[in-house]
């Protein structure tokens, strides 16, 4: 069974930088594609960035394009996302998901395993 959970959140003020990791156990952080969501109060959950098996990155939200980092460490079975130049409107609990496929529209459109999440919260 895959396990999936969370850690990095926290309290920051505008411009600053986070890095959330999520601690994969059950299988390789490599075996199939893993990705970032995001819900911010009142709103749907959004993708955020993805990792695909072969290590290619996609970022779904066009907002945090050019400022959040997707990557992956095999030593720690560990996926991460560099957040840089935060936005109150980063504010959001964010979580970690994957499926059984080697591809991010598909893990991304339907995720199969969830982690509890983690919340950000920008504001000064």
């Known amino acids: 069974q895959v396990q999936l959970v969370e850690s990095g959140g926290g309290l920051v003020e505008p411009g600053g930088s986070l890095r959330l990791s999520c601690a994969v156990s059950?299988?390789?952080?490599?075996?199939?594609?893993i990705g970032w969501f995001r819900q911010a109060p009142g709103k749907e959950r959004e993708a955020v960035a993805c990792?695909?098996?072969?290590?290619?990155?996609?970022y779904d939200s066009a907002s945090v394009k050019g400022r959040f980092t997707v990557s992956r460490d095999t030593a720690s079975n560990t996926l991460y996302l560099q957040m840089n130049n935060l936005k109150p409107e980063d504010t959001a609990v964010y979580y970690c998901?994957?499926?059984?496929?080697?591809?991010?529209?598909?893990?991304?459109?339907?995720?199969?395993?969830w982690g509890q999440g983690t919340q950000v919260t920008i504001s000064s």
């Open positions: 998901a994957t499926a059984r496929d080697n591809g991010c529209t598909v893990t991304m459109g339907y995720p199969a395993y």
């Open positions: 059950g299988r390789a952080v490599d075996t199939y594609a």
């Open positions: 990792m695909s098996r072969s290590g290619g990155k996609t």
